[in-house]
Structures are given as C-alpha cells and as structure tokens.
T-cell receptor, first 114, second 114 residues
Framework: NAGVTQTPKFQVLKTGQSMTLQCAQD?????MYWYRQDPGMGLRLIYY???????DKGEVPNGYNVSRLNKREFSLRLESAAPSQTSVYFC?????????????FGPGTRLTVL | AQTVTQSQPEMSVQEAETVTLSCTYD???????LFWYKQPPSRQMILVIR??????QNATENRFSVNFQKAAKSFSLKISDSQLGDTAMYFC???????????FGKGTRLSVIA
C-alpha cells in the first residue's frame, strides 16, 4: 500500500518551460488536492477535486491547470513556468466523506524555476 | 474567508519538558473541524491530532493534547515530555463540515533541545 505517490521528487525548469506533476493514490479516495508550500506561508491550496470528474480552484490557481484523469490520478500542469512558481508541491487525498476526514499527503516535489 | 493564525513562527523546548503551540482561527461557522499536522525535516506531512468543534472534550493522542476554546476560537497544541523526534514544523488547519479542503496556518517551527 503506497499511499500517495508523486513524481518527480525534484525538478529544475527554465522560465517558460512546461511540465506536469503527477500524483496517484491507491486508497480508493474520492477527493484529491494540490498545495504549494513556500517559506513562511504554510500550505496554500492550488486546486482540488472533490470527486472524479470535478475540479475547483483554490487560493492560488493562477498559472496552473489540473486534470483528474481517473479516481486514482490527479495531475498538475505548469504551462509556462515562472520563477514565482518555485516551491514545494504537495498532493493529498482523502475519503471525501467530510467530518474528521484525514488528508494523506505525498512526499512532495521540490520545483525550481530559473 | 476562513483564516488560521499561528502567532509563534519559532519555538524551542528542552527535552522532556512541555510546550504549547498556539493557533487561532476566524470563522462564522458553527460546525467545523480542526487539525494539527507535523512536518519533520523529511518533509512528510503527518497528522498529529484532530478535534470536532461540537465536541467540548479536548482531544488527546498519547503525549499530544489540545486546548480547544470555541468561544475564543483558539486551538492550541500541548506536547508533553518533548522528545528530539518532535523537532518539526507544526501546522494548524481548519476544515468546514462536509467535503472541503483544509485551510492551513503558516506554521510554527519547533526545536527540541537535548
């Protein structure tokens, strides 16, 4: 049982390049999330998917797109990377039943945009 | 919008001593859920403890306990018998009832000193 997996773990991009961060969970969870973590800012929500087939913007969606490919996978795409997108990106998932619903996090992707 | 405030960016505590991390939040909702997550140097996010707003009894998990003051909108974390492995960033988080994403505070960096 791998939980939440993310690829890659590290990535360096040049300004203007594009890339997709992959996330998969094997817990049969309905809801999936993408956060970014910057020093002194905590975790901020980029996009989330409450259930397969739905996606919604979070606090900081500009410059990103997402795809809920199926129940297991939720990808985050940077179409034209900017230095302001240098961050650590976390994917998370939960059952989506609400209440004391624990979010399980992946190990994170450290992205540097030069 | 809901906000979560952690007023202590950094704290330190001697091994075996007790430390309390503060968290306040702002919401007009009556039913919601509160969480503390730990992020050690490995970067992995780990759930420490959680509390339902309509339960007056404070949650406890081994050496970790909370002081939940609903009227004051306060949700502090107490760590007893601090251990070196408790050294980490600690994030307070808020969630509405239902299937909604977490809102995180900016975190408190805790150092346990031998």
């Amino acid at each position: 049982n791998a939980g939440v997996t993310q690829t890659p773990k590290f990535q360096v991009l040049k300004t203007g390049q594009s890339m997709t961060l992959q996330c998969a969970q094997d817990m049969n969870h309905n809801s999936m999330y993408w956060y970014r973590q910057d020093p002194g800012m905590g975790l901020r929500l980029i996009y989330y998917s409450a259930s397969e087939g739905t996606t919604d913007k979070g606090e900081v969606p500009n410059g990103y797109n997402v795809s809920r490919l199926n129940k297991r996978e939720f990808s985050l795409r940077l179409e034209s990377a900017a230095p302001s997108q240098t961050s650590v990106y976390f994917c998370a998932s939960s059952t989506g039943t609400g209440g004391l619903d624990e979010q399980f996090f992946g190990p994170g992707t450290r992205l540097t945009v030069l | 919008a809901q906000t979560v405030t952690q007023s202590q960016p950094e704290m330190s505590v001697q091994e075996a001593e007790t430390v309390t991390l503060s968290c306040t939040y702002d919401t007009s909702e009556n039913n919601y859920y509160l969480f503390w997550y730990k992020q050690p140097p490995s970067r992995q996010m780990i759930l420490v403890i959680r509390q339902e707003a309509y339960k007056q009894q404070n949650a406890t998990e081994n050496r970790f306990s909370v002081n939940f003051q609903k009227a004051a909108k306060s949700f502090s974390l107490k760590i007893s018998d601090s251990q070196l492995g408790d050294t980490a960033m600690y994030f307070c988080a808020f969630m509405f009832s239902g299937n909604t994403p977490l809102v995180f505070g900016k975190g408190t960096r805790l150092s346990v000193i031998a």
